[in-house]
């Protein structure tokens, strides 16, 4: 039968030839660091952008639900006045913008003390690990 030459080992077939070692297995390097996809600060800013959008929505949405709900189920309390001709449903209507801005004020601050340094951190984070892989 015939066996292919590529199938015996140089050291049978030339015994002048050192016999070759198979390569060492190659292990791969564990970083020091966590990769940044399975860091838990991404799950923390997740929630803190949550807590942040759910505030200033409700803050909006929730004043406006409260008109809405007043101007179906106590038009009377919306049609009283309240001075000089002002009815309540008017002043709530107008007060409306400043709830608006409030809201709007809330999302700023909310982003500026929970949000915004977490990112912050994560980006230099996720800055240094792309300057170690470069550096590899």
């Not at 015994?15 to 070759?20: E, H, Q, V």
């Not at 709900?69 to 001075?83: E, G, I, K, R």
């Not at 601050?109 to 892989?133: F, M, N």
Request: glycine share 6%.
């Amino acid at each position: 039968m015939y066996e292919p030459h590529h199938l015996y080992e140089p050291h049978l077939t030339y015994p002048w030839r050192p016999r070759a070692q198979p390569p060492e297995p190659v292990r791969p390097r564990r970083p020091r660091h966590r990769a940044l996809g399975q860091h838990s600060d991404i799950r923390v800013l997740r929630g803190a952008y949550r807590r942040q959008r759910r505030v200033a929505t409700l803050t909006a949405l929730g004043y406006f639900t409260l008109f809405l709900v007043l101007s179906a189920f106590a038009p009377s309390l919306m049609t009283s006045t309240v001075s000089g001709g002002l009815s309540t449903g008017l002043l709530l209507g107008l007060l409306q913008v400043p709830v608006t801005c409030l809201a709007i004020g809330l999302y700023e601050h909310t982003a500026r003390r929970g949000v915004d340094p977490i990112a912050d951190r994560l980006r230099k984070q996720a800055e240094l690990d792309a300057r170690r892989e470069a550096a590899r």
